[in-house]
């Protein structure tokens, strides 16, 4: 009696959709430390070979791109020579905005969901994507360097367990919450 193959579908081919990117931002929050695949694996949450061998891809492509750099034979970290500047954050009221760097010739854009919590006029380190021809650079805060500005002007709305404070100043586009409980007139 021949034995039966059981018909079982594997996921193949599964692509990890933003791999570049979660693999850099894997190796920026851990800048001073050399990381293996296997360990951006475990971070990724993935451990099937196909997702390990995307992984094995994408390093080989990020670091013959200069974007990253392997230290040792398999290990690898944030190439912070290129594309990251340090300059002054200049917000819009379109709540995106544009990084100041001396040495540059144009600023930098910055949309607002990649500001990472970066207020008008502070000192933030970013990180510039490979520009397209005819378009300015274009960014993301990695670091915030130095606060401009600690103590902040505005209107203080309470609710039962939570207040928040709206800003006067339209270039500060957060709310700043607070889940302390207010007593009246305080």
Do not use: C, W
């Amino acid at each position: 009696m021949a034995k039966r193959r059981s018909k079982s579908k594997k996921k193949r081919n599964n692509k990890i959709p933003g791999l570049s990117k979660k693999i850099l931002d894997i190796l920026r929050s851990n800048a001073n430390q050399s990381i293996n695949y296997k360990q951006i694996a475990a971070k990724l949450d993935v451990n099937d070979a196909n997702s390990r061998n995307q992984i094995i891809k994408e390093l080989a492509k990020l670091s013959k791109g200069k974007q990253i750099i392997q230290v040792e034979s398999g290990k690898f970290q944030i190439n912070e020579s290129v594309n990251y500047f340090t300059g002054t954050l200049d917000m819009t009221t379109r709540k995106d905005g544009y990084v100041v760097v001396e040495d540059q010739e144009q600023d930098i854009y910055v949309p607002g969901n990649n500001l990472n919590r970066a207020l008008d006029g502070d000192e933030v380190k970013v990180y510039v994507y490979r520009s397209r021809r005819g378009r300015k650079p274009e960014g993301e805060v990695v670091e915030i360097l130095k606060r401009k500005k600690e103590n902040f002007v505005g209107v203080l709305h309470l609710n039962d367990n939570f207040g928040f404070v709206e800003m006067q100043n339209p270039n500060v586009y957060r709310y700043f919450y607070s889940e302390r409980k207010f007593n009246e007139g305080r």
